[in-house]
């Protein structure tokens, strides 16, 4: 939370943020902007009207009910999604321009996990993007693969068959593959689903590590009990986006009864 | 002709030979990307695009008026693309399911075509004969050419396939993950897409329209019985596609009345069926086996962990106790009781049983191998 500390008005958003990343001149340097994004799958859009900035550098967390639209935000953002209106940009360029700068951990569940291959193979997909067409990886790749995995502890699983991994360790190979490909801005799909209490705690330091170089971090969690632990930055998203902000400022009831619906009462002190 | 004399033949009879030749690579090539089709989960989609090429033959005669097998399969080779690339049309713009897409394509091009032949049949043209031969399929009719043509696409496919390996990995794992890398993922899917449909035109004149699809799946489905590996798998899927085609070129040849095209769809259906069964990893047979034995281990370990904690209560580990106690425990058999013997985890005495020094150590210490194995 050491962010937090420099942070000296929380009435003002512009403020706020602009002192979280602040460049010499004192501008706010954001690496995310979504404008007036909507997605729609069918004719009911899931997504109506997002305007967000993701400052560089934060830790954010995205909540918000089942069907919120929560992965769809993130699959628009990064153009696996066409919006039907809006724009999307990193860094002040498109997301095409910007790819090798943003990494991405999908839910767990999107892939067939049956899939022939081993773990070290799957990590590896991480270096394609650099890699680009045709291009082999190869020595320097390998090790790239091998480092990531030792970070998330997965080494001595390098050549399991992905089927025989624990949902704990294939999300750990999806974190690590995401790694892999050293960007600026990650985006995470609940990376906290299905693992044991020792794989969060692993995982939540690791983003907090990438944080601490700089990076920006994006992570769609379900446990608002961990959001004032782990985060520094939240955003509450059901199909419109209710607020967004530093967690000290914007994390009480009374955005989560407006995200959830019931009258929600946080347990968690700040 | 017997088998023997078919082995024999094949090596100088020429139509043989190349009727051999043909139906391995045929084989080769669909295993190959079938391994790509099963992996997309898009089974399908084989038969809808074989169904998809009947209109294409029908039209293809009707406006040439010639038989000449190249012609009518460029028309096959059309319509099969535009079915596809309709059904890939209709899977994004609308929001019906890939397999209600793939069935209405099917049906509608197979009922044109259907009814295009029977056109075809009227006439008083003494040409027409034949065409129905591409329901089926007629390996006889193979030529030289019609196999040279085979070898060339097979061979493009496979150096497309070895270009554009990584890429199409990193498709079948995970489509959206290869879009943010910035793969254009049409691009590829177009690719593979377009070999599926030459190797399904390909096989018209071999196998037929209505076996087509199977001799896409079977070697791939078999390969995936066998290996943890992508690279090995599209491997074996053309070997055992291959064998498949010279095998049931073999039978049908060796059996005068037997069409070649269901017999080799009959054997590869034998590999995918020995793959379900005897496959080390996978297949059922070692399932079971393992599963027996796992469960045989429970009884001796369970039995063990029993006659220790009777031991323990007393000062004198290996104080004898009857069998008879050990009826009160469940897991236990005779041939567990002997089991354990034979290791020197107990001795028996007439009806008596006594833990040994060694049966009361790895008794002990059961508990904590098993908690280690599982960390
Ligand atoms: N491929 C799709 N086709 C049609 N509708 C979809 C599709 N994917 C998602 N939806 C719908 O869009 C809405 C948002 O889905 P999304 O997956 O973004 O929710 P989410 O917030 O990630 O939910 P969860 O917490 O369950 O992961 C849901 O109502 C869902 O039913
Ligand atoms: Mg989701």
Redesign the interface.
């Known amino acids: 939370m050491k962010s937090m500390d420099n942070i000296k008005n929380t009435n003002s958003k512009d403020e706020t943020t602009a002192s979280i990343s602040a460049n010499e001149a004192g501008a706010v340097v954001m690496a995310v902007k979504v404008d007036d994004l909507t997605v729609a ?2 004719y009911k859009p899931v997504l109506w009207d997002i305007d967000l900035e993701i400052p560089e550098g934060v830790l954010m967390a995205i909540v918000g009910p089942n069907g919120a639209g929560k992965s769809t935000l993130i ?1 628009a953002i ?3 999604l066409k919006p039907i209106a809006g724009s999307v940009s990193i860094y002040g360029k498109p997301y ?1 321009k910007q ?1 090798s700068h ?1 990494a ?1 951990v ?1 839910q767990k569940g ?3 996990w049956d ?4 773990a070290l193979d ?1 990590v590896m ?1 991480g270096t ?2 650099s ?1 680009g ?5 190869g020595v320097k790749e390998k090790k790239a693969a091998l480092e990531a995995l030792e970070k998330v502890g997965m080494l001595p699983f390098k050549n399991r ?1 992905i089927s025989q991994l624990s949902g704990g360790q294939q999300q750990r190979i999806f974190l690590a593959r995401a790694l892999v490909q050293d960007a600026s801005i990650y985006f995470m799909d609940e990376p906290f689903q299905g693992v044991d209490a020792t794989t969060e705690i692993a995982i939540i330091n690791i983003l907090k590590e990438l944080r601490k170089a700089g990076k920006t971090v994006v992570v769609v969690h379900h446990d608002l009990q961990t959001v004032p632990e782990y985060f520094d930055w939240v955003t509450f998203l059901n199909v419109k986006k209710i607020a967004t902000g530093p967690v000290k400022d914007i994390f009480n009831d009374d955005n989560l009864t407006k995200t959830y619906g019931i009258n929600y009462k946080v347990s968690v002190q700040k | 002709m017997n088998l023997q004399d078919y082995f024999s033949l094949v090596f100088s009879d020429y139509t043989l030979r190349t009727i051999t030749f043909g139906t391995a690579i045929l084989g080769a090539v669909t295993g190959m990307l079938g391994s790509f089709a099963v ?1 997309r ?1 898009q089974s399908l989609l084989g038969d809808a695009i074989s169904h998809a090429a009947l209109p294409g033959i029908a039209l293809a005669f009707l406006i040439t008026g010639a038989k000449d097998t190249n012609t009518l399969l460029l028309g096959a080779l059309v319509s099969g693309l535009v079915g596809t690339f309709w059904i890939r049309g209709i899977v994004t713009k609308t ?1 019906l399911k890939s397999d209600t897409a793939l069935g209405l394509i099917l049906s509608l091009f197979f009922g044109f075509g259907m009814l295009l032949l029977t056109f075809i049949q009227k006439q008083p043209n003494a040409n027409q004969a034949g065409l129905d031969k591409y329901l089926f399929g007629q390996a006889a009719t193979l030529v030289e050419s019609d196999v040279w043509l085979m070898a060339i696409v097979t061979g493009i496919c496979l150096i497309v396939m070895l ?5 199409f ?2 498709l ?3 489509p ?2 290869t ?5 254009n993922t049409k691009f590829i899917d177009i690719l593979i897409t377009t070999f599926i449909v030459l190797a399904i035109v390909l096989g018209l004149q071999t196998v037929g329209v209505v076996l087509m699809s199977a001799m896409l799946l079977a070697p791939a489905a078999a390969a ?1 019985q066998w ?4 690279g ?2 599209v491997f074996l899927a053309a070997i055992f596609g291959a064998f498949s085609g010279v095998f049931g070129t073999a039978i049908s040849a060796s059996q005068d009345n037997l069409s070649t095209g269901p017999v080799i769809v009959i054997v590869a259906s034998v590999f995918v069926i020995f793959s379900f069964v005897f496959s080390p990893g996978r297949g059922l047979l070692f399932r079971q086996i393992r599963f027996i034995k796992n469960r045989r281990d429970l009884e001796f370990q369970k039995t063990l962990a029993f006659m220790y904690h009777i031991a323990e209560t007393h000062e004198d580990i290996s104080h004898p106790h009857t069998i008879k106690i050990l009826n009160n425990f469940q897991g236990f058999t005779r041939k567990t009781l002997q089991k354990l013997a034979d290791k020197n985890y107990v001795t028996l005495d007439g009806a008596m049983w006594s833990l040994t020094e060694e049966g009361f150590e790895t008794a002990a210490n059961l508990y904590n191998q098993n908690f280690k194995k599982h960390e």
């Open positions: 799958y069918n699959k990064l153009g696996i095409h790819r943003v991405y999908p999107s892939v067939d899939f022939p291959t081993v799957v997909m394609y993007g890699l067409w045709i291009k082999r990886p068959q | 992996l989960k929001h270009l554009f390996w990584k890429e990995k990193l079948l794992f995970d959206d993950y879009k943010t890398l910035g793969f995936r290996t943890n590996s992508l090995t798998m």
